[in-house]
């Protein structure tokens, strides 16, 4: 069976959070300390990402994608001519 491993550095950045925040995550459901440099399995990452999702809820997705959809102008709409071989 293969292991997963993520670097905590890397979920933080991946998911727009300080590394504090997920370290002190982590220390709070499993009272171990991490590092910035530590690789977290795949139990750990669980938890991070339960924790923010339960804690960062949402009513609407109207707003979020109001703000970050761009809309599609008529340049991108006409297809690319095929590269000639």
């Known amino acids: 069976m293969k292991m997963n491993k993520y670097k905590l550095s890397e979920l933080a950045k991946n998911l727009k959070l300080s590394n504090s925040q997920v370290i002190e995550c982590i220390e709070k459901y499993t009272g171990e300390t991490k590092k910035t440099v530590s690789a977290l399995d795949v139990d750990e990452v669980s938890i991070v990402l339960e924790h923010f999702t339960q804690n960062n809820q949402v009513e609407s997705?109207?707003?979020y994608f109001a703000d970050?959809?761009?809309p599609?102008?008529?340049k991108d709409k006409k297809p690319k001519p095929a590269k000639k071989a």
């Open 61 to 63: 997705f109207d707003a």
């Open 68 to 70: 970050n959809v761009k």
């Open 72 to 74: 599609v102008s008529e």
